[in-house]
């Protein structure tokens, strides 16, 4: 699709050959003046540029803008066909202050530009039908020129197939493209030609000037080093320098448009989605068909007679024109969440939720009553919901999010429902550990996949399926390891059921953990609700041998220095567990000549000393082992 340029009406019948032409910026960034020279449409004999105008431009150009470029590019061409056809390009007015460029959007450059046009007793030529209707209201002659599309492809229509999903031109290197469909497809090379940074650039403003001259085309974001467009069903990235490290430019294009019946949803699914979901996720990996599946859900909601909008950025949705499209790139979050809540949708498509502040828009317009279907990647279904957490309090969600569609190579994988209940997580015992939960459900079996709850300052997102742990079985293993390792070296914790579970720990460290009279334990399992039971010397699930704890025969003997403790010569470099009264004490490895040297001027050194004074048994344990 190319474009074909029709004059419309100026304020009063012209003359082919307009004695002298006020062309303002619009007129100069889609190069259309030369072009009507070239076809001897207009046959001036003088063109004064403001200087307003080069100023604009200049300034877009510094900002590495394509639309600067291309205007800069229009000057030079008209002095070059001044020569061809005799007329004079000359610039005259001011540059504008600081204030008028900072205004420029509100109107306050083109209304220099028709002070100059009335001043010279000129005609102003614009592609602006705001300025055009001012112009002519204060009595400017006014030529304006608007669009209508003729076929003519596009100008990277001939890198695309029916199998290619994305082109990728990057200078000095050989173009490149994705080919296949959602989830299976491959990266090749189509074409040995190698553009250098000029080429690139060409192909970069050519693009730009198609963008801003056709109806079906929009240039979503214009930034210092990259520069987004959608034209008809292309969504096209450029990025340059020094953004990026050299120019490029990624075409995606879709490949096939499905409607939702060929995604061939069971009775159920459908009842679902037509008449209860009201906050529905599509989520999937990039590249599986997230986009496509918002598309046939859009269709499949109008065919309903819905009232259906969408927001995205950049706007590349293919959807009928009943469906009003918003640009994130042209309003504010507040101005959409305005419009949206005035103009009533049933449904409302949010394309690529990214940040914290499209989820909040997200949730408030769900809050407020609109439908809303959200596009977010995900590599698993609960991630997208994760995304909520910590942006929107945990017991709001199950109110905004009530279905996560996930999406794997083109297709529906798996579907999630979510609700709330007040109760005790599964597993857990205690009635005063009972809280809000949220629970997500398999659609398609209701069996409980997930709860989401807080423990202690956290929130945690527990699987609960058949297949794997228990919420206790995966959240107590460490929750409780690190509660049990505050009283011992380290630790093993194995779940037994969902209230039960075994504690490993090193040999002479149970009773620091069990504590006088049980009293430490006790206190560990009413906080947790979980019955610990507590195995001393061995590891869980993977002990290869059968150990046996003994106590072994020892003499004490005080020095002027330390407490020499020996055992019998066997014992020699063996771990061994001293405690005293039946509390443990600690931990320590004999020496060649099985002898345990302890100071005497350390804590520890006079716990002993008095024991032993006091005629107390100390008590030495140690392991044996046999297969």
């Known amino acids: 699709m190319a474009k074909k340029i029709t004059t419309i009406r100026p304020a009063k019948k012209i003359a082919p050959r307009a004695l002298k032409l006020v062309p303002d910026t619009s007129i100069i960034i889609e190069g259309l ?299 504010s979050s507040q101005e959409i969440h305005d419009i949206l809540l005035l103009s009533r949708p049933d449904y409302t498509i949010f394309d690529e939720m990214r940040n914290t502040e499209d989820f909040r828009l997200f949730s408030d317009l769900r809050l ?27 017991g709001v969600i199950p109110h905004i999010v009530d279905t996560v569609i996930f999406i794997t190579n083109g297709a529906i994988s798996q579907i999630f429902s979510l609700n709330m209940q007040v109760k005790v997580p599964t597993g857990m015992t205690e009635a005063d550990l009972a809280r809000p939960v949220v629970l997500v459900n398999d659609f398609n079996t209701g069996r409980l996949e997930f709860e989401i709850y807080t423990y202690g300052e956290q929130t945690v997102v527990i699987p609960v399926s058949a297949e794997q742990r228990t919420p206790v079985r995966k959240l107590a293993e460490e929750t409780i390891k690190r509660e049990i390792t505050k009283y011992v070296s380290k630790a093993e914790v194995e779940m037994l059921s969902d209230n039960r579970c075994r504690v490993y720990v090193p040999l002479g460290q149970k009773s620091g953990l069990i504590g006088r009279q049980g009293r430490t334990i006790e206190e560990i399992e009413d906080r947790l609700g979980v019955s610990i039971d507590v195995i001393e010397g061995a590891q869980k699930k993977h002990v290869k041998r059968e150990e046996r704890i003994e106590t072994m025969a020892y003499q004490v003997k005080i020095d002027k220095k330390n407490i020499l403790i020996r055992l019998s010569p066997e014992n020699a470099y063996k771990e061994v567990d001293i405690y005293v009264g039946g509390d443990y004490l600690l931990s320590a490895t004999a020496s060649k000549k099985s002898i345990i040297k302890i100071t005497k001027y350390n804590k520890i050194g006079r716990i002993l000393i008095k024991a032993v004074q006091a005629g107390e048994e100390l008590e030495i344990r140690g392991s044996s082992s046999s297969s």
């Open 33 to 331: 003046l030369s072009k009507k020279i070239e076809k001897k449409k207009l046959k001036p004999s003088i063109i004064i540029v403001h200087e307003a105008v080069m100023a604009e431009l200049e300034s877009q150009a510094n900002r590495n803008r394509e639309t600067g470029y291309l205007g800069l590019e229009e000057v030079k061409k008209l002095r070059e066909l001044g020569k061809k056809f005799r007329f004079r390009v000359i610039f005259k007015g001011k540059r504008p202050s600081e204030f008028e460029i900072k205004h420029a959007k509100t109107g306050e450059i083109d209304s220099l530009i028709r002070q100059l046009a009335s001043f010279e007793k000129a005609t102003l030529v614009t592609a602006d039908k705001v300025q055009s209707l001012v112009a002519e209201s204060k009595g400017i002659r006014v030529i304006l020129y608007e669009f209508e599309l003729e076929e003519k492809p596009f100008v990277l229509e001939k890198y695309f197939d029916k199998n290619t999903m994305s082109v990728h031109i990057k200078e000095e290197c050989t173009i490149k493209a994705k080919k296949g469909k959602p989830g299976e497809w491959e990266y090749i090379e189509i074409s040995k030609e190698t553009l250098d940074r000029e080429a690139v650039k060409e192909l970069a403003k050519a693009i730009t000037e198609e963008a801003s001259s056709r109806t079906d085309g929009f240039i979503e974001s214009d930034r210092r080093g990259s520069t987004i467009i959608q034209l008809a069903t292309y969504r096209i990235v450029i990025t340059r320098p020094p953004f990026a490290d050299g120019y490029e430019i990624t075409a995606v294009h879709p490949i096939k448009k499905l409607a939702l019946k060929e995604y061939n949803l069971n009775e159920k699914i459908m009842s679902r989605i037509d008449e209860k979901a009201e906050g529905i996720l599509i989520a999937g990996a990039p590249g599986h068909g997230k986009t496509t599946f918002a598309q046939a859900l859009a269709e499949h909601y109008l065919k309903k007679k819905k009232v259906i909008k969408t927001i995205e950025s950049p706007r590349d949705l293919t959807l009928s024109d009943e469906v009003t499209q918003y640009s994130m790139n042209y309003g």
């Open 368 to 394: 407020s009553g609109v439908g809303m279907v959200g596009v977010i990647h995900a590599t698993k279904p609960i991630d997208a919901i994760q995304r909520f957490i910590g942006r929107i309090e945990l």
